[in-house]
């Protein structure tokens, strides 16, 4: 090779080390966030960082607890602790990842003042944390109940942590959404708890589409945490369930949302309050 090819070639090669670099620095700081937003939220004493995966594992085995003291079956065939644990986990990673949102760009203004950390890198922590957290509740819920045969082994994994990363970027998506909305209006916050209850039946977490009428399936399935509940299940439970769902729809309304989230979440950074 002749030494200006060479030349040519290293140079070429110095603007994707430095995207390489970058992706590094950023993959470190989100790293860092998620430990500092577990230990503020957990400290380092008692149970310390087990309140990750405890809060919505205590809440998950509650609702399982009192959902079989009422009744052994749910929707016909389906066990009520196999569709409480899939329904009640899912919903949480739902209701945190969207809360956590909410004025999470006030509450972390200090932190800008790195120059490595953005806004954006915040809320990307959040939600993986809540991500792992919740899915490690599930799991350390799950394995148990597999053991003492009151749960079906995992039919589908890639269905089942599938359905989990999809719901978990539309719920992303959509906290971008309401971090931004929250920032620029104070009577946005106010909308939040209101609009996450009326939409509960929305999500799918109390039924599965199946169960439903056959002209209520297409008016359900418009719903994206549908199909990611629907999804979640299919790896779950035995195909002869008949769960319906579309993997590239929640993407792609997950991809919307996040196209919206991130300028919006850009605009207001403008009218945070910087302490």
Excluded at 147 to 172: E, K, M
Excluded at 182 to 198: K, N, W
Excluded at 204 to 220: N, S
């Amino acid at each position: 090779m002749k030494i200006p090819d060479f030349v040519a070639t290293f140079a070429d090669l110095q603007p994707a080390a430095r995207i390489v670099e970058g992706f590094a620095i950023q993959r470190r700081v989100i790293g860092a966030l998620m430990i500092r937003e577990a230990m503020s939220r957990f400290g380092h004493e008692n149970l310390g960082f087990f309140w990750l995966m405890g809060e919505p594992l205590l809440l998950t085995v509650g609702v399982m607890v009192m959902w079989t003291a009422v009744g052994n079956t749910h929707g016909g065939a389906v066990d009520v602790i196999p569709f409480a644990l899939s329904s009640y986990s899912l919903l949480t990673l739902w209701r945190h990842i969207v809360g956590r949102s909410v004025h999470a760009m006030r509450q972390n203004s200090s932190l800008i003042f790195h120059a490595h950390i953005r806004f954006l890198d915040i809320l990307i922590a959040r939600a993986l944390l809540e991500t792992i957290g919740v899915f490690a509740a599930f799991l350390i819920a799950y394995a148990p109940l597999a053991l003492l045969g009151r749960v079906p082994v995992i039919h589908d994994p890639l269905a089942l942590c599938g359905g989990w990363l999809l719901g978990a970027w539309f719920a992303f998506g959509f906290g971008l959404v309401l971090a931004g909305l929250t920032e620029l209006s104070e009577a946005a916050d106010r909308f939040v708890a209101p609009v996450m209850y009326i939409t509960l039946p929305l999500t799918g977490a109390f039924y599965m589409v199946e169960w439903l009428p056959t002209t209520m399936h297409d008016i359900v399935l418009w719903s994206p945490l549908v199909h990611a509940f629907e999804m979640f299940r299919s790896g779950l439970f035995p195909p002869e369930y008949g769960m319906k769902w579309s993997a590239p729809y929640i993407a792609v309304c997950a991809f919307v949302l996040t196209a919206i989230g991130m300028p919006l979440v850009h605009y207001a950074q403008t009218h945070v309050e910087y302490s």
